[in-house]
């Protein structure tokens, strides 16, 4: 018996245009940030990523196969701390300390998350912040592109 390869959906490009999609590919912060990647669609089916040097997919973002198949990227759960506060001064302040340590940060109105990690949590407890363990989709903020 002889069985055929899989197909490989093969992605190259990212869409700046928010078109509808005919699939998913849930993935993590981490596998968000490599540029070349083979993985599967939320569906089963393999695919493999080859997308511009230095860019990281965000949640919502939307790609096309060389064969024409939109894909819709989502930001998968995973274990994250979300700091909170109502003082603008103490989250603004919090975020600054937190880039200039590297850390990617994504923030909100009163709060600001980021990967868990327990040294950063007591920073940022130390900074007046209330911190809570989760599981939530991480989409950091990124550098803009001028």
Partial sequence: MVTMP???LYIREI???SLPATA???LTFELRRKNNLRTKLDSGSDVLLALPH??????DEVLRSEDGIIVRV???KEKVSTAYTRDTFTLTRTCYHLGVRHVPIQIGIDWVRYKYNPIVDDMVKAMGLEVREEEAPFDPESILQI
């Fill in 15 to 17: 869409l700046t245009e």
């Fill in 24 to 26: 998913t590919l849930t």
């Fill in 74 to 76: 989502i930001a998968a």
């Fill in 6 to 8: 899989k197909k490989i």
């Fill in 54 to 59: 230095g860019h990281v997919l965000h949640n």
